[in-house]
């Protein structure tokens, strides 16, 4: 079974700092780790994916994440952050297999961006 | 190309009615997920359909079902609704392989009153 735990239900930044939003997870065959952004009132946008390969992944609006199997995270990070980030960002896992379409996500955490 | 289009955006129902919710998926787009999103309980895996069949089930109650048309687009339909069937229902569709990107639509926004 997978799991995805997000520390942190809400993130506060200041206009122009890091942004790091952490993720764990938990999976019984290697995963394929995704970070969605959803803004209010809408559906979710992809950010990045990892699936295989290159363990530091690019994404867009200048979003990274870093893969690290040995600790099981996929923590999310923008250099500089800008008020237009500010909504809530989901991470999710697709086990792969037969889990055909079906993403586990996590809780959420909710980014606010102060100028 | 056109994004996952879901009609209706807004419901609003009474215990007991039932639902049916529509989502058109992105051109060639064979898989269609469904997840149901409340601030309780995030976001839920439904289930999910490639050509026409039902390959993948999340855990909901029978009162939740659905189907994939010939064309790709999809269904869902609740039962009997309850007041914590209340949610925002959001498809997502892909090709259909694990890896591939799930691409959302909008949602349907239901309320039970």
């Known amino acids: 079974a997978q799991s995805v735990t997000q520390l942190g239900s809400h993130v506060s930044v200041s206009e122009g700092a890091l942004v790091l939003l952490r993720c764990n997870y938990s999976?019984?065959?290697?995963?394929?780790l995704f970070w969605y952004v959803q803004y209010p009132n809408q559906g979710l946008q992809l950010l990045l994916k990892?699936?295989?390969?290159?363990?530091l992944v690019k994404g867009i609006n200048g979003f990274e994440a870093e893969f690290k199997k040995s600790e099981t995270y996929f923590h999310l990070t923008k250099p500089s952050a800008h008020m237009s980030d500010a909504a809530e960002y989901f991470c999710?896992?697709?086990?792969?297999?037969?889990?055909?379409?079906?993403?586990?996500f996590g809780q959420g955490t909710i980014l606010t961006v102060h100028p | 190309k056109a994004g996952v289009t879901q009609t209706p955006r807004y419901l609003i129902k009474t215990r007991g009615q039932q639902v049916t919710l529509s989502c058109s998926p992105i051109?060639?787009?064979?898989?269609v997920s469904w997840y149901q999103q409340t601030p309780g309980q995030g976001l839920q895996f439904l289930f999910e359909?490639?050509?026409?069949?039902?390959?993948n089930k999340g855990n909901f109650p029978g009162r939740f079902s659905g189907r994939q048309f010939s064309n790709s687009r999809s269904e869902m339909n609740v039962s009997t609704l309850e007041l914590g069937d209340s949610a925002l229902y959001l498809c997502?569709?892909?090709?259909?392989?694990?890896?591939?990107?799930?691409?959302f639509g909008p949602g349907t926004r239901l309320t039970v009153l």
């Open positions: 997502a569709s892909s090709l259909g392989v694990a890896s591939d990107t799930q691409y």
């Open positions: 999976s019984s065959v290697p995963p394929y």
């Open positions: 990892y699936t295989t390969g290159a363990t």
């Open positions: 999710a896992v697709s086990a792969g297999g037969t889990s055909y379409g079906k993403l586990t």
């Open positions: 051109s060639g787009h064979r898989s």
């Open positions: 359909y490639f050509s026409e069949t039902q390959r």
